[in-house]
């Protein structure tokens, strides 16, 4: 199917190009991000009321994995206040181009360092502590918070966006589910891109920033590490760069997964069958198990977390794979190829998973809009709102969709991958339907 | 530096400071009283200041559950504290003194250590009311001595038939408040051996003599103050099983503070008021004695600072009914 490009339009080009435009909305984002610590600290400790927790754990996430990354893939990184501080800072200037020497260290990062793994890490640490995390105000500024302080910190003593690229959470699962979104960011013309001296997209210029995200835009591939900053679409002498609508999971049909990657596709997988088990099922006892950190349960609830992310679900994917194999072929790239399958997968797992925890918990963000601070305020009539579950009667419906959707989904681009990974599509369709069974299972 | 980065760096830093800035200054201008389950910390402030005559308006906000704020001998309904939501309320105060304020919400094991204090300063109007000690104390009973009875009743004991009994056997003395409040209902008992009435006739007797130091009102107003604030560890029928009952029983040393052992783990269990040993020795005096001062070391609070004299004797002319049966 063929592209079509948005940066055709003057209007989006200049929108896109032009600095003070998300400038403003980053401004907006980092008062947002600030006030949100805040009232972290400040506010009432009750989570449901308290508007870091509402707005970053409920409206945030919704906004995320409902529409921003399955619609704008890393649209939403393209916004985020976190990084801009250190950004700031790292060049020095808010609109000004960076100096030709930093003034700080400006390291690069470490080559072992130059992959997911810490992402995959910071992510799972996040992961084992989410109860807590998302139920405590005051947790939830300290995450924030150190956050911000960890990318402005990164920013001091690396190049470029060390944080977003190497450690972010968040950037980790985006990056990998980012490949499904129908918009990228690419070159209209490698060959411009081959002879261009100085490749100000990657070294910076007067007119902005070398790629933030340590990407040449003549070689992506894929959407994984593009950030969408627009830096290079500023930079770019040649009119080279493009923003393109495109069909879903165009980044899939030709797997490129590494080991770091594919662990990032169960580590997401699982961590929603656990979420679903765990936050979403009617077991109270695990609730509190999962609450209770360091206590000798939580350490068996932590084991099994990491048995089921690490262990039992890469473990059956590995019989999956073996068992399917047709060429002889080396069995890591089979196996990293093939999960290409679970990344469509793992999206619908977690809007599944998110529909339920969202719509459920919704009517918290009208109080606590109206109320931010737990001051007893009414700044738009809606403080007394009751909770109460939206939509509760579609959830089931949709979830389902989604589930199906994503089974169908994981076994169409199984049956893209598998052939290059040198395996038979079936273990892995198989794989795939009965852990969508499982989340069906625990979800309804 | 060009005059647009400067400007953008100024707006930037002045907006962004400036949200958190105004979030901590309206937040430190707004007092809230927070309220928690007492393992939480209960009441914070737990100390309030007021001045007689001045309106004191009051913000709360509950950190866990939901919580109730009342102030004791003090005419006012109870306001909710509901978890992450902001409750007001203003009082006035007349008098000048030290009020307890307290949960009026079943919030947890420890609902009833969940106290504080109002001290309202300034000039009394009116002429202050004479303070006389408690009838307990100038009778000087030992609230803590035990007074069980070896005998009970058959049956519950009816005061309307005592009623016809009533007018031509009943000694004069014997239906005064001052007899009622300062006897058991056992001694009466006993008192009325001389008449020749049978256990049963007598029991019936003491039945009519004690409704007859009630009202309907005062009942239904004990029932009421033994139902919102008594109920969560007595039990709604009396039976020493309210829903803390357990919990009490099971806390042990560690919450109740008990520091003698056996004996004390034991005065843990809330009292049955529907045991007749116990009930049927027991004066109204010894009973306002320890609603007034509470058991230490047993988990029974003190009312004294929260209850009016009348509201405890509506209380405890409550607590025979569950010994005697009362026309309707």
Known sequence: MSKFELTRFPLIKNLLKNRYPQLAVFVLMLAGFLFAITAGFVGTPVGSHNFSIVFVWIAWWAILILVAVPFFGRGWCAVCPIPVVGDWLQRGAVLEPAPKMSKWLNLRVPAKFRNMWMQNISFT???????????????????????????????????????????????????????????????????????????????GSELGSGCPWDVFPGGLTKNTYCGLCMECLRTCP????????????????????????????????????????????????????????FSPAWFGYAAGFLAVIFGILPGLFWLSVKFGAIKTSSPGKQFTTAATALIPLGLMFWVAFSLSFVLTNATYIFAAISDPLGLGWNLFGTAATAWQPMLSSLVAPTQTLALVGGLAWSARTAQKSAPQAGISSVPVIVYCLAATFLMLWLLL | MKPSELLTRIVITVFNLGVVALSLALWAQTPLIHARIAEGGGWSPNVIQAKVGEPLHLKFTSDDVMHGFSVGQMEMQPVDIEPGKVSETTLTFTKPGIYTFFCTRWCGLNHWRMRGTVKVTGSETGTPEPVTPPLYVSLGLDL?????????????????????????????????????????????????????????????????????????????????????????????????????????????TASMQTMNGDMAMSMQTPADFTNPQRMLGASPALLQGKILRGGMGTGMPMWGTIFTHEQIWNVIAYLYSFQFDYPK
């Open chain 2, 144 to 252: 803590d001595k035990p007074h069980p009875v070896p005998f009970a009743p058959a049956g519950r004991p009816s005061a309307a038939n005592g009623q016809k009994l009533a007018a031509s056997l009943l000694n004069a003395r014997f239906t005064t408040p001052d007899y009622y409040r300062s006897h058991a209902p056992a001694q009466l008992f006993d008192n009325l051996r001389s008449t020749g009435l049978s256990d049963s006739q007598r029991w019936d007797l003491v039945a009519t003599v004690w409704q007859s130091n009630t009202t309907p009102a005062g009942l239904a107003e004990g029932k009421q103050l033994f139902a919102q604030n008594c109920a969560a560890c007595h039990g709604e029928f009396g039976g020493g099983n309210g829903v803390f009952a357990d919990d009490l029983a099971a806390a042990g």
């Open chain 1, 125 to 203: 640490l996040v992961a084992l502590f989410s109860s807590v995390i998302l139920t405590t105000p005051v947790v939830t500024s300290v995450v924030l918070a150190a956050m911000l302080f960890l990318s402005i910190g990164l920013s001091l003593v690396f190049e470029r966006r060390a944080f977003c690229r190497y450690l972010c959470p968040v950037g980790g699962f985006i990056g990998l589910y980012a490949q499904t979104a129908p918009l990228e960011l690419r070159v209209k013309d490698k060959n411009v891109c081959a002879h261009c001296a100085g490749k100000p997209c990657y070294n």
């Open chain 1, 238 to 293: 040649h009119d080279n760069i493009a923003i393109n609508l495109r069909p879903f999971s165009a980044d899939l049909a030709k797997p490129s997964a590494k080991l770091d990657e594919t662990f990032k596709a169960f580590i997401m997988l699982g961590a929603s069958l656990v979420y679903a088990y765990v936050l979403m099922g009617s077991n109270g006892s695990v609730k509190l198990v999962a609450y209770s950190v």
